[in-house]
């Protein structure tokens, strides 16, 4: 349903990726892992409209949406948790998550009562500034916020990015009805073990190449390892 | 084995000061086979130049976008004609004095007005200028809301000015106009060459890296407070001088007239805008293409102001480096180069370029 | 001399004052804009009732109802065409564009309407007045500080409960992040004008019937406008009825002293709440 063809991506006279090719099949999660600057955000940026791209380098659903501007793309039902969370300072967790559909409004599964129910304490901290919460808490919001567009495809760049390890164990406790909601899932990771329990199939980057592809359960750690790094052992 | 060294001359800017030299020198020998008007002429986009340089030094290279230069002409001014009729100062020294009172003007205003930033400095410096033109409106020794004159005799006893008259054999309001001309002339050179000599050095520099990265500057030493207040005050002081200069030269002043933000400001933001703002060289090329838009468009009354101000948008717009940035993008010539650039030179060269660029 | 009546006056013509600063407080809350033209698109907005009081016999709040769109188009089309293109990290462009429309604006009006002195006639409304307890106040006065009231009231209500405030906060907060949440911050901008022309409208309707005016006017409006949103403190819009109120009294109580004092008195006010307060009454906490 979405895919990218040769897609490459530059930042002022910097070239981020060479030639992209990753394709995302309906109701299936997609890691992407890779060290710092192997251009996983980049591309994650790219699929969601805030850096241009050439307007085939991207497929959603048989159109070519390359060249879409984010507002377009997430109308189309394409949303993203961005890197860093980057919440509304000046809204309250509600109107945080209340932004999420502004620019879709499509009768689905996720509803402001349905997030709350995936993560409760939200409710609970409705009226709250978002700056107050925990860092937890704050990609909680994040992810809720993106899933009240109720996207088909759910773009999830680094959530567990400066997080404990027991948080970010409960964050991906969420994903299982995610998926079950129906949406497919990219999600991008550093954490290559978080990454292979989730996802049904990895890509691994380096320097804004794709150097492995395969299923999760079909990747030896070795290949990994060198796809990662690239170590050749 | 070659050396580097760092020089910020180009060969244009050295063919460019020799020309220069020459333009100089004509100016100088100019009342001598122009006419009076002509004279008049060139004393009006002499003192505009002036004033462009100083907004320009201002807002493109300080950052600091004032809308309020008035202040410093109408009070220069006001200055001057206090020195003159009141105290019965000679209009020379006046020019000075109202220069001198533009500077301690400076130090209360700026007090205010760098209480806020960016846009908000912008239309802070017209309310102060207004303050000072309404607390003038109402001295009533110098005519109050509607102004006053300088006394003839005043301007025609100048000694200066009578030197004039009998070294040219001309009559005294003609060699008043060719002194005031000349004076100008002085005072732009002087203008351009302090900005150009400023930019150059350390303090230079850190005007530059300022107006590129307020934060970064701040880390590497650059003390970019005091920075802006020394060019606010110093650019006060030479509006100042210009202020008091065009009032000898109108000998006529009125609150309107002195503090008006069109004549001071708004003039003088288009010229630099439509010449090109952040150089040396913009404000000359504006000066010459608003002396020529309000030429030809002298008899179309407001007509004259909407277009300037079309144009001032249009540039701002779609060129917003201005005309002589459109001519550097398409030649790469400078004449007042300000860049340092690192050059290969051969041991046994000259090592007067290394010394000139102390390099911070 | 009366001192409550004067005073009285003067906190009724804040509210004038407060219908200038409203709009302009508006957007650079939102998109950190000055808009040194301002003042002008009030005069126009002035003249374009004008045109349909005189031109059409409209009764004057019927013509500025018949103006509101036309402004709210004009303001969108604004942003939208011209201004959005200066917005940046630097303020140079937007405050040199803006500042040459005030000067495209004067000039346009004095080629089309010439210098003279205008009023917009409002018939009876101009002379009467109530009673109230010790002084009596004029209509339009009264009528104008509850517009500004009014319009406070509903700009935060449009602020901070509806679909389209929490677009404003939120791409005024993080333009790229409310972009993947489906806001075009470019139409969010222009609407954001287009709102602030709205105002001006109202604000023009009250300059029309309450004073003369001619096209040149526009940049003393302007001026204070800003004082009142700078004493009130940026991003506050009950703070900016309290700044308006401010330069009011001061204007009518220097002018109840010496005539000529009056806009000077206003001016001064402002200098000294610059100078105990810089960041204004109500500050907001971030910036």
Redesign the interface.
């Known amino acids: 349903m979405l895919e990218t063809v040769g897609l490459t991506a530059f930042y002022g006279d910097f070239q981020a990726l060479f030639g992209v090719d990753l394709s995302l099949r309906v109701g299936e999660t997609v890691a992407i892992i890779g060290a710092n600057g192997a251009g996983k955000s980049t591309l994650m940026r790219s699929i969601s409209g805030v850096i241009a791209n050439g307007r085939a380098a991207i497929r959603f659903e048989g159109e070519a949406i390359g060249d879409l501007p984010a507002a377009k793309v997430v109308a189309r039902g394409i949303a993203m948790v961005p890197e860093g969370r980057r919440l509304f300072a000046s809204l309250s967790v509600e109107e945080n998550l209340l932004m999420g559909n502004y620019g879709r409004k499509v009768d689905g599964p996720w509803t402001l009562g349905s997030v709350y129910d995936l993560f409760p304490i939200l409710k609970e901290r409705r009226d709250q500034s978002s700056t107050s919460l925990s860092g937890g808490q704050q990609q909680m919001v994040a992810i809720g916020r993106a899933l009240m567009s109720n996207p088909r495809v759910l773009l999830c760049d680094e959530i567990s990015l400066g997080l404990a390890p027991v948080v970010i164990r409960d964050i991906y406790a969420a994903f299982p009805r995610i998926k079950a909601s129906g949406a497919s899932i990219i999600i991008v990771e550093q954490d290559i073990g978080q990454a292979m329990k989730v996802a049904d199939r990895v890509y691994c980057m380096m320097e804004g190449k794709v150097t492995l592809e395969g299923r999760a359960g079909d990747l030896s750690r070795d290949a990994i390892h060198a796809a990662y790094f690239g170590v050749h052992a | 084995m070659p050396q580097w060294g760092i020089e910020t001359k180009t060969r244009a800017s050295r063919a460019f000061l020799s020309v220069a030299a020459i333009v100089v020198a004509a100016g100088i020998a100019a009342p001598l086979f122009l006419s009076r008007s002509t004279i008049q002429d060139l004393f009006f986009i002499l003192t505009m130049l002036v004033l462009a340089q100083c907004w320009n030094l201002l807002?493109g290279y300080a950052?600091l976008?004032s809308?309020g230069q008035q202040a410093f002409v109408g009070f220069g001014a006001y200055a001057m004609f206090a020195c003159v009729s009141l105290a019965g100062f000679d209009p020379l020294i006046a020019i000075v004095l109202g220069g001198v009172a533009a500077t301690l003007l400076s130090l209360p205003l700026g007090f205010?007005v760098f209480?806020?930033q960016?846009?908000?400095f912008?239309?802070?410096t017209?309310?102060?200028a207004?303050?000072v033109r309404?607390?003038l409106?109402?001295w009533r020794a110098l005519g109050g809301?509607t102004g006053t004159s300088l006394p003839n005799t005043a301007t025609r006893d100048m000694w200066a000015a009578r030197l004039v008259a009998d070294l040219l054999g001309v009559r005294s309001a003609q060699a008043l106009d060719i002194l005031t001309y000349w004076l100008a002339l002085l005072l732009a050179c002087l203008t351009m060459g302090f900005i150009y000599w400023l930019l150059r050095t350390r303090q230079g520099l850190g005007l530059a890296a300022i107006r590129d990265n307020q934060e970064a500057a701040r880390s590497v030493g650059v003390d970019a407070a005091s920075l802006k207040w020394a060019v606010y005050v110093s650019v006060a002081f030479v509006t100042g001088v210009c202020g008091a200069l065009i009032y000898v030269q109108k000998a006529r002043i009125s609150p309107d007239a002195a503090f008006s933000?069109?004549d001071w400001t708004?003039y003088v933001?288009?010229i630099v805008?439509i010449g090109g703002?952040g150089t040396l060289e913009g404000p000359i090329v504006g000066v010459i293409v608003f002396f020529l838009l309000q030429n030809t468009l002298a008899d179309y009354?407001?007509?004259y102001?909407?277009v300037?101000?079309?144009i001032?948008?249009g540039v701002?717009?779609f060129a917003?480096r201005g005309l002589w940035g459109l001519f550097t993008d398409r030649t790469g010539i400078q004449f007042f180069p300000v860049r340092r650039r690192l050059v290969k030179r051969q041991e046994d060269a000259s090592t007067d370029a290394l010394q000139g660029g102390r390099d911070g | 001399m009366n001192w409550l009546d004067t005073i009285l006056q003067g906190v009724l013509l804040g509210g004038l004052y407060a219908l200038f600063a409203a709009g302009l407080s508006l957007v650079?809350g939102i998109m950190?804009?000055?808009n040194?033209a301002h003042g002008d698109l009030i005069v126009v907005a002035a003249f374009l009732i004008l045109v349909l009081v005189t031109g059409l016999g409209l009764n004057p709040f019927l013509a500025a109802l018949v103006a509101l769109p036309v402004m709210f188009a004009a303001g969108w089309a604004l942003q939208y065409f011209?201004l959005n293109?200066?917005l940046g990290d630097d303020?140079?462009?937007?405050?040199?564009?803006t500042?040459?429309?005030?000067?495209?604006i004067?000039?346009?009006l004095?080629?089309g309407f010439s210098a003279d002195s205008r009023r917009v006639p409002a018939g009876s409304l101009e002379t009467m007045s109530l009673p109230l307890g010790p002084v009596t106040v004029g209509v339009m006065p009264l009528l104008t500080f509850l517009s500004a009231i009014a319009v406070i009231v509903v700009l935060n209500q449009i602020f901070y409960r509806t679909a389209l405030g929490r677009a404003f906060r939120a791409t005024s907060d993080d333009m790229v992040t409310a972009g993947l949440m489906g806001v075009e911050p470019k139409r969010i901008f222009a609407t954001a004008t287009g709102i602030a022309m709205v105002v001006v409208t109202i604000a023009a309707l009250y300059l029309g019937t309450r004073a003369n005016f001619d096209p040149t006017i526009g940049?003393a409006r302007?001026?204070y406008a800003?004082?009142a949103v700078?004493i009130g403190g940026l991003g506050s819009l009950w703070g900016t009825l309290l700044g308006g109120i401010i330069i009011g009294v001061a204007q009518t109580v220097g002018a109840a002293v010496n005539p000529?004092w009056q806009?000077?008195a206003g001016?001064?006010a402002?200098?000294i709440v610059?100078?105990v307060r810089?960041r204004g009454l109500f500050p907001r906490a971030i910036d």
């Open positions: 807002a950052g976008v809308v205010f209480r806020l960016g846009a908000y912008a239309i802070g017209w309310v102060v207004e303050v309404l607390l409106a109402q809301g933000v069109i708004a933001i288009f805008v703002i009354g407001s007509w102001l909407l300037l101000g079309l001032g948008i701002m717009l917003p | 650079f950190r804009l000055v040194l011209i293109r200066t303020i140079l462009p937007p405050l040199l564009v500042f040459g429309l005030s000067i495209v004067q000039n346009a004095l080629e940049p302007l001026i800003f004082e700078i000529e806009i000077l001016h001064l402002f200098l610059l100078l810089p």
